[in-house]
């Protein structure tokens, strides 16, 4: 890896290439009954899974999306160097719990909803650092954010229609350094930002901010504009969020909105599915990474795309205490030629 | 960075040298007053550090800690490409936080209380990979940490001996590739361990395992023996989980004692301060190497040394359910000259 301008890592290059060996998404029966739900590797009948909590549901949906992204890539655990993996919930013990049966070294990630980009970036750091294979996981559920974030199910509390549907999913990505389709090309780390939101039902604002700081910086640090990519897949910032990230754009005279699309309104159908602004949660742009953008992308329906997911740095304490909700976003570069 | 036997990542070689820049330690009270309390470059009067509550002063410890390193360093924020942190806190918030004012590109890092290590490790393998400066921060602070995960203060619950007492303490390492001591050598990258322990009060038996792993494969994977080192640092197993690794080092005729201390047992005196099994927190550790062992190196007293840093990968809703708790364990070799 070489650094350009701030934050901004170049993956592949002349002399090395970074690439995706193989991916899977898991998702949940709701997941799998939206517009995306025939790309999927795996869509469970129920939210359960077969398991008495709702956080090892959880883990078991992310061995699910490692195990069949191994298969996928004809690979087995001891191929894999190292596993990065996050998620949503206390201590991302679900991550530690899915890692304790992976036998894998284990560096565990934090970067809320935005996690799967920086697993991704992690792992790719470390495929081109080590000519290696390394996993990038993360997952979230329905129910056992719900719990820990706002309010117990069974409690039934309206949510306000800037609210979002924590999605039931997970997605894995093996990256190695084979020089194929997709490449990993760059990555862009992102800054925290904050835009002042309080309000815990209002995600979409907090990171809109921090996804238009990180694109911004990954265009003027690898000489880009919008024209130049074919998607650009924020994740996941809902309706409201989105509407946001174009007008920061356009009021600087960029224009993403031909080009853009986001994680969290691609997943659920929001006219037949009750979901408010959109989906999010770490599982949520994962599993579109992983089930929808990828193939995508190494088929050469996308030939360059971003994958910019989203995360709102927020601890329940910390709002409680009247603070505002920090924003992060990290940008992946993807392409299906090598550039 | 390259890769040698399962989970050893070469930071300083032939070709590259990778080293601790600056660093700074900044600790409560109670840890100013133990033995190594003139070590530190910062001792706080109180617990709060005129902050209203214990998450805005644990912020404020590793502000404090970041700063102080950044000029020990002669350096500023602008010099800085990476920013990783984190933190005991749900959602890593404290680092979150602190990042927010970094204006650093940022990597949210969860490995409990092995924390130090790992990002120390990650700020290595950046700053070999980027030709830059790269910080590694972690804090704890006993007030916000037991309201979490065990009880809040105010209820004046009972501690049982093997329990360990979070440290109120941060430090910060600056990495960079100068070839000057003390040089970062190599990292293990840990594995998660779980020996059964469902005990949220002794988190030392719950780590052992994973420390004693790390430190296998450490010497395996690079031709070594205890003897080789003259200082092998665990933190924080505690006097409980370090009377276990020696004894499962001693049961395969490998003895580190002569070697090894603990950083949650050199941070405080036992016989005057209550801390029952010793010290823990991401603090703990984080602190005794800023603070101590690194100056140790810097001067020479030692030559090579590693810093094994160990975190029980427990979740309070994970406990409550009957579950074990997984530990973890990342291993930095640190040593006085370039081998």
């Given at each position: 890896m070489t650094q350009g301008k701030k934050g901004t890592i170049t993956l592949t290059d002349n002399e090395n290439t970074v690439s995706v060996h193989s991916y899977a998404a898991a998702v949940g029966k709701m997941e799998g009954d939206g517009p995306l739900g025939s790309y999927?590797?795996?869509?469970?009948?129920?939210?359960?899974?077969?398991?008495?909590?709702?956080?090892?549901?959880?883990?078991?949906?992310?061995?699910?999306?490692?195990?069949?992204?191994?298969?996928?890539?004809?690979?087995?655990?001891?191929?894999?160097?190292?596993?990065?993996?996050?998620?949503?919930?206390?201590?991302?013990?679900?991550?530690?719990?899915?890692?304790?049966e992976s036998n894998i070294p284990y560096l565990g990630q934090y970067g809320a909803c935005s996690t799967m980009a920086q697993t991704l970036?992690?792992?790719?750091?470390?495929?081109?650092?080590?000519?290696?294979?390394?996993?990038?996981?993360?997952?979230?559920?329905?129910?056992?954010?719900?719990?820990?974030?706002?309010?117990?199910?069974?409690?039934?509390?309206?949510?306000?229609?800037?609210?979002?549907?924590?999605?039931?999913?997970?997605?894995?990505?093996?990256?190695?350094?084979?020089?194929?389709?997709?490449?990993?090309s760059k990555a862009t780390i992102g800054i925290v930002r904050d835009m002042g939101e309080k309000d815990a039902n209002?995600?979409?604002?907090?990171?809109?901010?921090?996804?238009?700081?990180?694109?911004?910086?990954?265009?003027?640090?690898?000489n880009t504009t919008p024209s130049d990519y074919d998607g650009i897949f924020t994740g996941d910032l809902g309706q409201v969020g989105s509407d946001i990230l174009k007008e920061l754009f356009i009021k600087e005279g960029r224009d993403i909105s031909m080009v853009h699309n986001d994680c969290g309104l691609m997943l659920y159908d929001r006219n037949e599915q009750?979901?408010?602004a959109g989906g999010s949660g770490c599982g949520c742009?994962?599993?579109?990474?992983?089930?929808?953008?990828?193939?995508?992308?190494?088929?050469?329906?996308?030939?360059?795309?971003?994958?910019?997911?989203?995360?709102?740095?927020?601890?329940?304490t910390f709002v409680q205490q009247g603070e505002s909700i920090p924003g992060i976003s990290h940008v992946v570069e993807i392409t299906h030629e090598r550039i």
């Open positions: 999927f590797d795996y869509v469970s009948k129920g939210a359960q899974l077969g398991e008495p909590t709702w956080e090892k549901s959880e883990s078991k949906l992310q061995k699910y999306a490692f195990d069949m992204a191994l298969r996928k890539g004809q690979l087995t655990r001891e191929d894999v160097s190292f596993y990065f993996a996050g998620d949503l919930l206390n201590q991302c013990t679900v991550s530690a719990y899915s890692a304790r970036a992690m792992a790719g750091v470390f495929s081109r650092g080590n000519n290696s294979y390394c996993a990038a996981i993360t997952s979230s559920h329905f129910c056992s954010a719900e719990r820990q974030f706002r309010f117990p199910i069974n409690y039934g509390g309206v949510r306000p229609p800037t609210a979002q549907w924590t999605a039931t999913a997970a997605g894995c990505c093996i990256t190695g350094t084979e020089d194929k389709s997709p490449y990993l209002n995600m979409g604002a907090a990171m809109a901010g921090a996804a238009y700081d990180s694109l911004s910086r990954h265009f003027d640090n690898t009750d979901v408010h742009s994962a599993s579109v990474l992983c089930g929808y953008i990828l193939p995508g992308v190494e088929s050469g329906k996308f030939k360059r795309i971003l994958f910019a997911a989203t995360g709102a740095l927020m601890s329940t």
